[in-house]
């Protein structure tokens, strides 16, 4: 994705349905934006579509979330961010609204949400991704979740990445199905 | 859809960025603004010429320093489905199941992860449905079971790496 990261501020409607040229404009651009001084006209001349009409569904989709942004992905390894926690908890139900929150508000935790449980295998039902330089890194930002949490929490671990296995984004079939 | 070979995260060099292209990361995380000449706007901003900023982006792309530059899709909001699911797969057949999973376009993301849950991957589709066809698919021509984890609520989604 670059099922994406970046939540967009702008508001969003739930009720949107991908229209054709919606749907061109999205496999024309999933491998990236052209880098030329006007995108939006490249991007025209390839579908046949008015360069002004480009933006404006670009625009548009944009204030609907459908594009939460058009931005860089930088691949974070490259970056020096080698360490990419996938922190999990066991947080009480009747709690985990209210922590989730406080732990999602957290300026170092990129990603927050509660996910369901398959137990007796998974127990974790918050999950806070946290990326660090060091695994020291993000153990210390592991605990202060942990601090938030408190006694509502029953356990946690955290999962290192140890490899990409692939990282392609959002991509729609060409064929529609 | 191409299977990526895996490749192992320990040894990564950390490129030395110039003053140019930490401003270009850093500021092109936070998003083009949607007018005509997008790239001459964030030139202007950043104090340099469109075509440094292009050849710059195209550099940062080409040496894998970006993964990617383009609009960021947001399956929930296109009426798809998205979801987190995670396998336990034998290390011996490790390699066999990468291949067929990622051999899934709708599989976007796949990471190996150290647990016993050792594969994590995001699916996208564009109906809801689409999700459980697909990991039926993934279950019966990988032979294991899979966990889908869709969220159930968002608290938070805000990714910026500062450089």
């Given amino acids: ?177 | 859809m191409s299977v990526m070979t895996e490749r192992a995260i320990g040894n990564i060099e950390i490129p030395d960025f110039s003053d140019l292209e930490r401003k270009i990361i850093n500021r092109l995380q936070h998003g083009l603004p949607m007018v005509r000449h997008p790239y001459a706007a964030v030139a202007e901003e950043l104090g340099t010429s469109e075509q440094a900023l292009l050849d710059t982006l195209k550099s940062l792309l080409d040496r894998r320093i970006l993964s990617r530059f383009g609009p960021m899709f947001h399956a929930g909001e296109m009426g798809g489905g998205l979801s987190l699911v995670a396998m336990r797969v034998p290390e011996e057949t490790f390699d066999r199941v990468v291949g067929q999973v990622n051999a899934f376009d709708e599989v976007a993301h796949n990471y190996r992860r150290e647990h016993e849950l050792n594969m994590w991957f995001v699916v996208a589709t564009e109906t809801p449905e689409g999700v459980d066809e697909v990991l039926r698919q993934i279950e019966e021509t990988t032979g294991f079971p899979v966990y889908n984890m869709p969220k159930e609520e968002e608290f938070h989604v805000r990714l910026h790496f500062k450089i």
């Avoid at chain 1, 025209?44 to 942004?69: C, I, K, N, T, Y």
């Avoid at chain 1, 996938?86 to 989730?100: F, N, P, Q, S």
């Fill in chain 1, 1 to 177: 994705m670059s099922v994406s990261t970046l939540k967009s501020d702008a508001p969003h409607v739930d009720n949107y349905v991908l229209c054709d040229r919606d749907r061109q404009l999205i496999l024309a651009t999933q491998g990236g934006l052209p880098l030329v001084p006007d995108p939006w006209q490249a991007l025209g001349q390839q579908l046949g579509m008015p360069a002004d009409e480009v933006l404006a569904r670009f625009q548009r989709m944009q204030e609907m979330g459908v594009v939460r942004r058009v931005a860089a992905v930088p691949n974070h390894y490259r970056l020096g961010y080698r360490f990419n926690g996938m922190t999990v908890w066991d947080v009480k139900d009747e709690a985990i609204g209210r922590l989730g929150q406080l732990v999602g508000n957290l300026p170092f935790v990129s990603h927050c949400y509660r996910r369901p449980r398959h137990l007796p295998y998974w127990s974790y039902n918050l999950f806070a991704m946290v990326h660090g330089t060091s695994r020291e890194e993000v153990e210390k930002k592991a605990g202060l979740i942990r601090d938030v949490l408190g006694e509502d929490c029953h356990g946690n671990t955290i999962l290192y990445s140890s490899a990409i296995l692939k990282k392609t984004g959002l991509r729609l079939k060409k064929d529609g199905s």
